[in-house]
């Protein structure tokens, strides 16, 4: 008699539970003037986006030995070539890619990474490389700056396309041996909904 005493309350709770869990999507809506206004459309209703990158020091060398400083701070990764490396150099670097998010697929809209250069005119991101897994999905020219600030190059993607992977492969043209490029964070942003 005492475990029919507490079996019966816990479980009439856990039914409970279940049903309100499971129903509160269509309980949510009832109520919600987002989703009167938006009308019938879940995308319009859930669309989002969500951005991952990877830290500046993650980028690695096509050829390492073409590089006389590779060197990892808190900020980047700085870059110079040696004697034998000046002239193009490949470097690569992998994003994080949420093929799903919030229960819904994703689709890569937007690439992007930042660096800055000691010699923005003549040494300086040449070319823009985006992977998914070993698929190339873009490749283009830059039109870097030539100064010796901060800069961030973008590459967007209309329509949207899913993509498992995001890698980007980023030529560098190092003009001598003493400039320096330093290699700073990646990202990928992805529609959901």
Not at 47 to 66: C, D, F, I
Not at 91 to 99: D, L, R, Y
Request: hydrophobic share 45%; charged share 15%.
């Amino acid at each position: 008699m005492t475990t029919k005493r507490l079996t019966v309350p816990v479980l009439v709770g856990l039914l409970v539970l279940i049903l309100v869990t499971g129903s509160s999507p269509l309980v949510a809506g009832a109520d919600d003037p987002v989703a009167a206004a938006a009308g019938d459309s879940p995308t319009a209703r859930y669309l989002g986006t969500l951005t991952l990158g990877s830290h500046g020091t993650a980028w690695v060398p096509q050829v390492r030995g073409k590089f006389a400083l590779w060197r990892p701070y808190g900020w980047g990764t700085a870059t110079r070539v040696t004697l034998a490396g000046v002239g193009d150099q490949w470097v690569h670097i992998q994003v994080p890619a949420a093929s799903f998010f919030d229960e819904s697929l994703t689709t890569l809209w937007s690439a992007q990474f930042c660096a800055r250069s000691s010699n923005g005119a003549r040494t300086k991101p040449i070319q823009i490389d985006i992977w998914n897994g070993t698929s190339r999905i873009y490749s283009a020219p830059i039109a870097w700056n030539g100064d010796n600030l901060d800069h961030c190059w973008e590459v967007g993607f209309t329509p949207p396309l899913w993509a498992e992977t995001v890698g980007i492969s980023v030529l560098l043209r190092f003009a001598n041996s003493t400039d320096q490029i330093t290699l700073e964070g990646a990202s990928a942003s992805f529609w959901y909904g």
